[in-house]
C-alpha cells in the first residue's frame, strides 16, 4: 500500500530539540519531492518546505526558513523535520506530503496527491 | 510575502453549486501557478481534489471542477452534498515555494 506513516504525538518543552519523520511505503522514495505542512490549532495550512528525496535539495518557505530543518535518509526512505530550539508557538499539527511534476504532451502538471495523518506537537513548559 | 486569499466562508443548499476562489496578491493566478485544491474535514489530514488548475485525482468526485476565473483559481462544487462540508485550501506555486490559502468553510444548510 502506498502510504506516508508519520511518526506519534510528541510533547516538549521550550528550548529543547525535536525531530519528527516520515516514512513512505509503496512506492520509490527518490521518484516524489515531500512537503513539510503546518496546522495550529484552529487554524490553516501553511507550507513549511520542501525536500527533493533523489538529491536532498531543499526550499524553505520565508517563514520557516532558519527555524527548521528538512532531510531525508534514502535508506530507510524516510524524511525528517527538525527544530533546534522549541518556542511554546511550534503547538500545532504537522503533515507530511507528496508531490511531483510530470509532463503530459509538454505541458508541465505539479500534482500533490498524498498525506501523512500528521503528527501533534505540543510545546509547554 | 506573498498573500493567498480565500472566502473565509461561504453557504450552499444541498443540490446547490458554489464556487470558491483563490486570489494572490502577486496579481492574477494563471496556470503556471498550478493551483492545487484540497478539503480538509475535522481531525483528518487534507485531501486532495484538483491539480494544475484543473485536473482530477481519480478519487474526485466528478461534481467537484477547478478553473481559472477572473484572474483567480476557482473551485466550483455543483450538485452540493451534505458530506461536501468541509474547509477547502487553495495551494498556489510561486518558483521554489508553495502557498496555502487561508481556507474557505464551506456550510451546507
Known amino acids: 500500500e502506498v502510504q506516508l506513516v508519520q511518526s506519534g504525538a510528541e510533547v516538549n518543552k521550550p528550548g529543547e530539540s525535536l525531530r519528527i519523520s516520515c516514512k513512505v511505503s509503496g512506492y520509490r522514495f527518490t521518484a516524489y519531492w515531500i512537503s513539510w505542512v503546518r496546522q495550529m490549532p484552529g487554524k490553516g495550512l501553511e507550507w513549511m518546505g520542501t525536500?527533493?528525496?533523489?538529491?536532498?535539495?531543499?526550499t524553505y518557505s520565508p517563514s520557516f526558513q532558519g527555524r527548521v530543518t528538512i532531510s531525508g535518509d534514502k535508506s530507510v526512505s524516510t524524511a525528517y523535520l527538525q527544530w533546534s530550539s522549541l518556542k511554546a508557538s511550534d503547538t500545532a499539527i504537522y503533515f507530511c506530503a507528496r508531490h511531483n511534476l510530470k509532463a503530459l504532451a509538454g505541458i508541465p502538471y505539479w500534482y500533490f496527491d498524498l498525506w501523512g495523518r500528521g503528527t501533534l506537537v505540543t510545546v509547554s513548559s | 510575502q506573498t498573500v493567498v486569499t480565500q472566502e473565509p466562508s461561504l453557504t450552499v443548499s444541498p443540490g446547490g453549486t458554489v464556487t470558491l476562489t483563490c486570489a494572490s496578491s502577486?496579481?492574477?493566478?494563471?496556470?503556471?501557478?498550478?493551483p492545487n485544491w484540497f478539503q480538509q474535514k475535522p481531525g483528518q489530514p487534507p485531501r486532495a481534489l484538483i491539480y494544475?488548475?484543473?485536473n482530477k485525482h481519480s478519487w474526485t468526485p466528478a461534481r467537484f471542477s477547478g478553473s481559472l476565473l477572473g484572474g483567480k483559481a476557482a473551485l466550483t462544487l455543483a450538485n452540493v452534498q451534505p458530506e461536501d462540508e468541509a474547509e477547502y485550501y487553495c495551494?498556489?506555486?510561486?518558483?521554489?515555494?508553495?502557498?496555502f490559502g487561508g481556507g474557505t468553510k464551506l456550510t451546507v444548510l
Open positions: 502577486t496579481g492574477a493566478v494563471t496556470s503556471a501557478n498550478y
Open positions: 495551494l498556489l506555486h510561486y518558483g521554489a515555494i508553495w502557498v
Open positions: 525536500i527533493d528525496p533523489s538529491d536532498s535539495y531543499t
Open positions: 494544475s488548475t484543473s
